[in-house]
């Protein structure tokens, strides 16, 4: 026996014969629906629209060594609520919502876009952790370009 996808075998009016050998309890009328329906989709070459986008402009990215990511990463949600402590200190609406590693050093995502002053704050933060090392800290920046990618090709029935 030869086994046959829905799409396959709904392809050709030859093949009608093949959906009613898979579904034997349907209706002739059902079969002939399921194999015009399948055609007209077909026939339509319809494409899906889908991107993804890059990195957000809401996060702070702080290049650091990798000895010291992990450092930040294995006490991320201190670090966070300390974050959010210094920024609400100084009367500022944002908030980090937590720390992941990114290639390079630490991602820092926030509720909202970060400003220069932000990235002061944040990083006169990762500089008072006494475990890292204060010239090993660059300064935080925000992600500079955007990269999108794009799904062609699956099919839409």
Same mark, same amino acid.
């Given at each position: $026996?030869? +086994?046959?996808?829905?799409? %396959?075998?709904? $392809?050709?009016?030859?093949?009608?014969?093949?959906?009613?050998?898979?579904?034997?309890?349907? =209706?002739?009328? @059902?079969?002939?629906?399921?194999?015009?329906?399948?055609?007209?989709?077909?026939? !339509?070459? !319809?494409?899906?629209?889908?991107?993804? @986008?890059?990195?957000? !402009?809401? %996060?702070?990215?702080?290049?650091?060594?990798?000895?010291?990511?992990?450092? /930040?990463?294995?006490?991320?949600?201190?670090?966070?609520?300390?974050? &959010?402590?210094? +920024?609400?200190?100084?009367?500022?609406?944002?908030?980090?919502?937590?720390?992941?590693?990114?290639?390079?050093?630490?991602?820092?995502?926030?509720?909202?876009?970060?400003?220069?002053?932000?990235?002061?704050?944040?990083? @006169?933060?990762?500089?008072?952790? &006494?475990? /890292?090392?204060?010239?090993?800290?660059?300064?935080?920046? +925000? =992600? %500079?370009?955007?990269?999108? +990618?794009?799904?062609?090709?699956?099919?839409?029935?």
């Amino acid at each position: $026996m030869v +086994l046959y996808s829905f799409a %396959q075998v709904a $392809m050709s009016v030859e093949n009608i014969l093949h959906i009613k050998e898979a579904f034997p309890a349907l =209706p002739n009328s @059902k079969i002939l629906d399921i194999h015009n329906l399948v055609f007209l989709i077909t026939q !339509r070459k !319809r494409k899906i629209q889908i991107t993804t @986008k890059g990195p957000s !402009r809401k %996060q702070a990215i702080v290049p650091i060594l990798e000895k010291h990511i992990d450092l /930040i990463i294995k006490e991320a949600s201190i670090h966070t609520s300390l974050i &959010n402590s210094l +920024l609400k200190n100084a009367k500022l609406t944002i908030q980090s919502e937590f720390i992941c590693p990114c290639l390079g050093g630490v991602s820092i995502t926030t509720n909202n876009v970060l400003v220069p002053s932000d990235l002061s704050i944040i990083e @006169k933060y990762i500089k008072s952790i &006494n475990s /890292i090392n204060n010239d090993k800290v660059l300064f935080p920046c +925000l =992600p %500079q370009s955007k990269s999108y +990618l794009k799904i062609t090709g699956i099919l839409y029935i």
